[in-house]
């Protein structure tokens, strides 16, 4: 099982990457990894929207048949 991580604006300089590939079984074990992988990311993903599917979810939530998260901070706008 693979789901694909979409960084985005300040998210995916942190990250080093715009897109990653991913095993985690769930949203809460794939933050953690994000977090222990991007170390950049501390203190900007806990401020990010995850979208899971164009969806909030619960960090329980499966990402079994998952096709992408979305990892979206807070854009600023006029």
């Known amino acids: 099982m693979s789901v694909r991580v979409r960084y985005f604006a300040a998210a995916a300089e942190?990250?080093?990457?715009d897109a990653e590939d991913r095993?985690?079984?769930t949203l809460?074990?794939?933050r953690a990894a994000v977090l222990t992988d991007?170390?950049?990311l501390v203190g900007i993903l806990?401020?990010?929207?995850v979208l899971v599917d164009?969806?909030?979810r619960d960090d329980d939530a499966p990402l079994a048949g998952v096709a992408h998260v979305d990892?979206?901070?807070p854009f600023a706008g006029g």
């Open 14 to 17: 942190a990250a080093g990457t």
């Open 23 to 25: 095993a985690e079984s």
């Open 28 to 30: 809460l074990a794939l």
């Open 38 to 40: 991007h170390p950049a």
């Open 46 to 49: 806990d401020r990010c929207a």
């Open 54 to 56: 164009g969806e909030r």
């Open 71 to 73: 990892v979206l901070p």
